[in-house]
């Protein structure tokens, strides 16, 4: 089973940049897709972004379509969600998971233990 934990959260004004972070511990993370969700207060867990095992397909949320990109280091077990132009209601507890099922964008693995980002307006 893979672990995760995610770093790279913060307080930002809204047209900033953040990049989150997620370091796998096991060996078998190269193996699965993973992806990136958010929890706002009061809302459900959302996806946000997959990417493939070998990073050469990506999947994003319309909300984040052109400004998030994901992108994974297979041989450093990372994987990172570069955060542009951000928007008040981006403001979310995110986190990341592996396995992620390319399919559904369902998490058939585990998750990390979230790191919050704020975006003040």
């Known amino acids: 089973q893979v672990q995760l934990v995610e770093s790279g959260g913060g307080l930002v004004q809204a047209g900033g940049s953040l990049r989150l972070s997620c370091a796998a511990s096991?060996?078998?993370?190269?193996?699965?897709?993973m992806g990136w969700f958010r929890q706002a207060p009061g809302k459900e867990r959302e996806f946000v972004a997959a990417?493939?095992?070998?990073?050469?397909?990506?999947y994003y949320a319309d909300s984040v379509k052109g400004r998030f990109t994901i992108s994974r280091d297979n041989a450093k077990n990372t994987a990172s969600l570069q955060m542009n132009s951000l928007k008040p209601e981006d403001t979310a507890v995110y986190y990341c998971?592996?396995?992620?099922?390319?399919?559904?964008?369902?998490?058939?693995?585990?998750w990390g233990q979230g790191t919050q980002v704020t975006v003040s307006s």
């Open positions: 096991g060996r078998t993370f190269s193996s699965y897709a």
């Open positions: 998971a592996a396995p992620v099922s390319l399919a559904t964008m369902r998490v058939v693995g585990s």
């Open positions: 990417i493939s095992w070998s990073g050469g397909n990506t």
